[in-house]
């Protein structure tokens, strides 16, 4: 209706707004709007995710080479000094002759200790290279061949058992690297877990279809959450200024390397009974 009557004379115009179509628009509209918002908030949490791992893992890289620097830094020192402590005396005839044949000893462990360490830092670049190929061997033969070198310098007490399965089938593997596993899995029981209830348990047997090298010790064991990260390198629990054992965190991530060449598992588990047990899986060759 015309607000003044004279405006009859001039027409009618007569307006309709179709509101459900409308509504329907502005439903649409904030849908789609809804629906960019979303996916910009994902878009932004992923890239968040994403940023706070990978400073994180920087950060953890960072603070593992520092305590591997202050490991090697003190592994180095220690062995240096006492060798050339005692070269000295041997030098300025400060030693007795009774005595003489103590300190060469002791320069020679040192040596063998620095020579050690050189090898590890060689060995890991040398077995990421993945130059080396497995070949069927017998896994008791390779740890008997072993045995003697495992137990401690004559005079002392064997702080050992074996217990090896017969008739196990051949596995791939390599000679070296049977040889290494042993040998870091039985000094870090040594280190870690010193046998003094029972005897470190070198153990092989049959499961699941692999062949199984075991280390078993009566140690305090290995947290879950800490588990995988002792196989990564230069990973050592705990810090450099708490710790009171002496290492670089290269043992365990050496142990995985040469497993994974021979195509085997490493792994570490509870021990029934109290301790870990550290395993490798060897598959069968056959
Ligand atoms: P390192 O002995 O040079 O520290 P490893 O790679 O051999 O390096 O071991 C990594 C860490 O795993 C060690 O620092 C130690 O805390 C833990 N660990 C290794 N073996 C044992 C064990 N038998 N019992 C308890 N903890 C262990």
Redesign the pocket.
Known sequence: DTYYPEDANYGRLEIVIDDERFEERVARQSQRFLATGGMLLLTLGIGMTLLYRSVRRELDQAHRMQNFVA?VTHELRTPISTIRLHAEMLQDGWVDAQKQPEYYGRIVRETQRLGTLVERVLEKSRLKENVTRPEAGELNELVLAQKDDLEPPEGERSDLAFQLEPKLPKVWLTAEGVGMILS??V???R???PAKTEPILVRTRWSNGRVLLE?C?R????PPS?REK??EA?????SEQT?T???????????RLHAETCGAQSS?EEREGG??V?RVAFRPAD
Do not use: C, M, Q
């Not at 140690?219 to 290995?222: C, D, K, L, S, W």
């Not at 230069?234 to 705990?238: A, E, L, S, T």
């Not at 054992?245 to 142990?255: A, C, N, P, S």
């Open positions: 490991a870091n899995l000094e870090n029981a280190k870690y877990a280390v010790d140690g305090p064991g290995v800490e002792i196989f230069f990973y050592r629990i705990g710790r054992t002496t290492g670089t965190g290269l043992g365990l991530h050496l142990v570490v301790g870990s550290f």
